[in-house]
């Protein structure tokens, strides 16, 4: 059985918030592995309306620190410690992220040598990575310093424990030998490791948040199996949207056909479109076709 990765919509909006989509923050789970991307005002309350427990965050990437993105931080690492949080929490920002960070701690945080905080400015690098999966980010082009990430879950061999449940075989370091795909001798009986193995694909996801179009975006999302992408202004708009450092439907439908993602992800609507979100899906349509406008709350699972 392939681990799923689950991504949470917990806000679609932008600056301004309306009655249907809240500011920006995603969630992606994968194993014990809880990755909050962004964390807009009232963020914390998206987590109980969505059922999910904030204590889980392993890791917290911000993207740029435009308020409707960070200001959901203090509240919710007041109620995760209100909670017992228990893990080291790993930040990921821009520069300029460790000192506004550490601001937030001295103002609002009373408590925060009992967190276990780790902060980490970022630039264009793979800046984590272990056996099963590598977070990378690249810089975008926005009004203040800002990133992209994307989320690579490694190809990699697995065994399938339900068989090894089926044959009855112990938990020993035999079990190692059976990954590698050697045949193993248990109880008398011999045992293929190859047929117990199944391939576990690589699968990508990648978010841009708040930039204008950009090669470097192109190259993050290169191949991704999702690409979530803001889309803040409609075709309509391309200049204003320059200006203000944001793209528009076509230009990130564009990023995902020139990345040649699978599927394409659009969020970070400006309240103008709340209701006619269809104009940009439509727009969208027409340069990539595989493309949805989820509505706060709403999960996609790869
Ligand atoms: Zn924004
Ligand atoms: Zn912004």
Same mark, same amino acid.
């Given at each position: 059985?392939?681990?799923?990765?689950?991504?949470?919509?917990?806000?679609?909006?932008?600056?301004?918030?309306?009655?249907?989509?809240?500011?920006?923050?995603?969630?992606?789970?994968?194993?014990?592995?809880?990755?909050?991307?962004?964390?807009?005002?009232?963020?914390?309350?998206?987590?109980?309306?969505?059922?999910?427990?904030?204590?889980?965050?392993?890791?917290?990437?911000?993207?740029?620190?435009?308020?409707?993105?960070?200001?959901?931080?203090?509240?919710?690492?007041?109620?995760?410690?209100?909670?017992?949080?228990?893990?080291?929490?790993?930040?990921?920002?821009?520069?300029?992220?460790?000192?506004?960070?550490?601001?937030?701690?001295?103002?609002?945080?009373?408590?925060?040598?009992? %967190?276990?905080?780790?902060?980490?400015?970022?630039?264009?690098?793979?800046?984590?990575?272990?056996?099963?999966?590598?977070?990378?980010?690249?810089?975008?082009?926005?009004?203040?310093?800002?990133?992209?990430?994307?989320?690579?879950?490694?190809?990699?061999?697995?065994?399938?424990?339900?068989?090894?449940?089926?044959?009855?075989?112990?938990?020993?370091?035999?079990?190692?030998?059976?990954?590698?795909?050697?045949?193993?001798?248990?109880?008398?009986?011999?045992?293929?490791?190859?047929?117990?193995?199944?391939?576990?694909?690589?699968?990508?996801?990648?978010?841009?948040?708040?930039?204008?179009?950009?090669?470097?975006?192109?190259?993050?999302?290169?191949?991704?199996?999702?690409?979530?992408?803001?889309?803040?202004?409609?075709?309509?708009?391309?200049?204003?949207?320059?200006?203000?450092?944001?793209?528009?439907?076509?230009?990130?439908?564009?990023?995902?056909?020139?990345?040649?993602?699978?599927?394409?992800?659009?969020?970070?609507?400006?309240?103008?479109?709340?209701?006619?979100?269809?104009?940009? %899906?439509?727009?969208?349509?027409?340069?990539?076709?595989?493309?949805?406008?989820?509505?706060? %709350?709403?999960?996609?699972?790869?």
């Amino acid at each position: 059985m392939v681990e799923k990765i689950n991504i949470t919509f917990l806000g679609t909006g932008s600056a301004i918030p309306t009655a249907r989509r809240n500011h920006p923050a995603m969630l992606l789970r994968y194993k014990s592995e809880n990755i909050l991307v962004d964390c807009g005002e009232g963020t914390q309350r998206q987590f109980r309306k969505a059922h999910i427990n904030p204590c889980k965050i392993t890791k917290l990437l911000i993207t740029h620190w435009h308020a409707d993105h960070v200001l959901g931080i203090p509240g919710l690492i007041q109620t995760m410690m209100l909670n017992g949080y228990n893990k080291k929490l790993e930040v990921y920002g821009p520069r300029g992220t460790k000192a506004k960070f550490e601001q937030y701690l001295d103002l609002f945080i009373h408590k925060e040598n009992e %967190l276990d905080i780790v902060i980490k400015e970022i630039n264009n690098e793979v800046f984590f990575d272990n056996e099963e999966f590598c977070l990378e980010a690249a810089k975008m082009d926005h009004d203040c310093p800002a990133i992209a990430y994307s989320f690579t879950v490694k190809e990699k061999s697995r065994l399938d424990k339900e068989k090894l449940k089926e044959l009855n075989i112990p938990n020993s370091p035999l079990v190692a030998e059976l990954v590698e795909g050697k045949t193993i001798e248990i109880n008398g009986k011999k045992i293929n490791g190859k047929k117990l193995i199944y391939t576990e694909k690589s699968r990508k996801i990648t978010f841009v948040m708040d930039t204008r179009i950009n090669e470097n975006a192109i190259q993050l999302a290169e191949n991704s199996d999702l690409l979530i992408c803001e889309s803040t202004y409609s075709k309509d708009e391309e200049e204003v949207a320059s200006e203000h450092g944001h793209m528009t439907s076509v230009e990130a439908a564009t990023i995902a056909k020139e990345a040649k993602v699978k599927a394409l992800v659009l969020t970070h609507l400006s309240q103008r479109y709340e209701a006619i979100p269809k104009v940009i %899906l439509a727009e969208a349509k027409e340069v990539f076709k595989d493309v949805i406008i989820p509505e706060d %709350l709403e999960s996609v699972e790869l």
